[in-house]
């Protein structure tokens, strides 16, 4: 299990929850094994959702392929930190529930339970990932011809951390030895 950056929590939590963190130095030349990638995206496949209606799916891009040169494309300037991640993935989610075609209103919120989960089965197996709202939302559109009926999540970067950090840029450096922060506990509860 990764364990770099643990969260400094107040109460107990699983130690799954404790250590998933979002990564910024992942290893470009470490490659992800493909029964681990699997494992995440099974992983990802049995999260919860409005209806079990399951709105989620995703671009894969592998380092070398040609949806990974897509994908990395779309990221802004702020995420090129992730250009070079081994794996690189576009979740979208789907408007609509299949069975009466109405809006579905926990659309994106169901695939970020997906990604969640898929971030903790990733912390179990040893590997970084980070999501990032930080990508040109049209030009993925157009990129993988995401019609109307579905909408770009987040992305997603996977891959090992890096060990040696010492060529890294040194705002990665800084942000990624940064103390993890939260809200309060007593924030948690309404009203705010
Ligand atoms: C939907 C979503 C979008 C995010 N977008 C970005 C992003 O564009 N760039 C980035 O560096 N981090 C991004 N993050 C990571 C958050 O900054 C991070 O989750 C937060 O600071 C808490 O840190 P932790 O995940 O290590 O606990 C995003 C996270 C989520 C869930």
Same mark, same amino acid.
């Given at each position: 299990?990764?364990?770099?950056?643990?969260a400094?929590n107040q109460f107990?939590i699983?130690?799954?929850i404790k250590?998933?963190?979002s990564?910024?130095?992942?290893?470009?030349?470490?490659?992800v094994e493909?029964?681990?990638f699997?494992s995440m995206?099974?992983?990802?496949r049995?999260?919860?959702s409005?209806y079990n209606?399951?709105?989620?799916s995703y671009v894969v /891009?592998?380092k070398g392929d040609e949806?990974?040169?897509?994908?990395a494309?779309? !990221?802004? +300037?702020g995420? *090129?930190?992730?250009?070079?991640?081994p794996?690189?993935?576009l979740?979208?989610?789907?408007?609509?529930?299949?069975?009466n075609?109405?809006p579905?209103?926990?659309?994106l919120?169901?695939v970020?339970?997906?990604n969640?989960i898929?971030?903790?089965q990733?912390?179990?197996?040893?590997?970084a990932m980070?999501?990032m709202a930080?990508?040109d939302?049209?030009?993925?559109?157009?990129?993988?011809?995401? /019609?109307?009926?579905?909408e770009?999540?987040?992305?997603?970067?996977v891959?090992? !951390?890096l +060990?040696d950090? *010492?060529?890294l840029?040194?705002n990665?450096?800084?942000?990624e030895?940064?103390k993890?922060?939260?809200k309060?506990?007593?924030k948690?509860?309404?009203?705010?």
């Amino acid at each position: 299990m990764l364990n770099t950056k643990p969260a400094d929590n107040q109460f107990p939590i699983h130690e799954l929850i404790k250590n998933r963190y979002s990564a910024l130095t992942i290893d470009p030349n470490h490659p992800v094994e493909k029964e681990k990638f699997n494992s995440m995206i099974e992983a990802a496949r049995w999260a919860p959702s409005s209806y079990n209606e399951q709105p989620w799916s995703y671009v894969v /891009g592998f380092k070398g392929d040609e949806n990974h040169q897509k994908l990395a494309d779309c !990221l802004v +300037e702020g995420n *090129s930190w992730a250009k070079q991640s081994p794996i690189l993935m576009l979740s979208i989610a789907k408007k609509n529930f299949t069975f009466n075609k109405t809006p579905n209103r926990h659309d994106l919120h169901d695939v970020g339970a997906a990604n969640a989960i898929m971030h903790l089965q990733a912390t179990d197996l040893g590997l970084a990932m980070h999501q990032m709202a930080g990508f040109d939302v049209e030009k993925s559109i157009k990129t993988f011809n995401i /019609g109307e009926e579905y909408e770009p999540a987040s992305m997603i970067a996977v891959g090992y !951390l890096l +060990e040696d950090k *010492s060529t890294l840029p040194e705002n990665i450096k800084k942000r990624e030895e940064a103390k993890r922060e939260r809200k309060d506990f007593e924030k948690m509860f309404w009203p705010v």
